[in-house]
DNA sequence: CAACAAGCTCTAGTTAGCTTGAGCTCAAGC
DNA sequence: GCTTGAGCTCAAGCTAACTAGAGCTTGTTG
């Protein structure tokens, strides 16, 4: 089982697959159970990958770096087709989603950084008052580690401390 | 140990922080486990805090939302005074740090967007020539290739801040 | 034929940031 | 004098995305 001379060229295994893509065995397995990607298996229960493997997990790791979680990835993979290479088209219209989020994103980090610049001369750090404490820009809270802010109900009361 | 009539009015206790900075209690008594807020307690082991943790709570949030983690947010704070509300020169420097970031990663998720860009009108998904795909695939042989993808939020991090 | 590399499954651990729950105390009100 | 509500501690659980390790199989090679 080492190396792949018996393996059509369309095929390849876990270990190279995941050396070529960047990633490690592990994290394929966990990406297949995930049903990310897809295997068939030898009669001795090796995992044989169809080439076009390598171009799924370039999309995750794209997916990944626009800030999607793996299960939103894999609702975007499950318009791919399992068997083949995506078409251009497939892909088209995944990376045009995919940059209108990152776009979002971006306004969002400027009405932020807006905010914060409002805020470094003022110094009120006002729950009711401030525009940092008070966004508009209802987020999408993303990844574990990182909340939105939440809305401060209430302000600092009448006696400031 | 209900209403809080004979506490001053610069005092508060953790139920009533929870409300007004719209966390949980559990929230808080996290944080403070975390040390990113500090109380005294009564006789009967009740925290108090001091009001102006409602603003330390605010500006957790906020550096939340710049995409610090607690420990990163935690060393922000450390700079603050503990017992009383920080000047605006504390919150001027914090803020100032803290637009930094954001525009780091606005820049980020700029070139990010282009490589989107790039590869719509492309759809040639070529491991070799996407600068969305490019890892060290294709071109398998070693050597210094393509750093991609996955180092790209490594340094959104604290180092030196 | 034995060693060794590569694979397999399954379970458990990691980090971050909380949340949930059990079980207990304390002070006030009816 | 008992219920109620707010608090307390400690322990465990949760989600995400993996990582690590034990213990076993498979298959090629010297």
Redesign the interface.
Known sequence: MSSAQHLPRSQIRIGDLA????VTVATLRFYESRELIFSTRTSGNVRIYPLHT??RV??I??G???GLTLTQIAEALADLPKDR??S?QH??EL??K??ML??Q??AQ??S??DS??G???C?C?S?TKCS??N?QDEAAAEGP??????????D??P???
């Open positions: 050396r070529r893509a960047g390598l171009r370039a999309i790791a794209a990944q770096r626009v290479a995506p251009q892909w088209e990376s045009s995919w940059k990152v776009d994103r971006i980090l400027h932020l950084r914060l610049d805020c470094i001369g110094g750090l729950t940092l404490f966004p580690g990182s909340r939105w802010i939440r809305n401060f109900d209430a600092f009361g006696h400031e401390s």
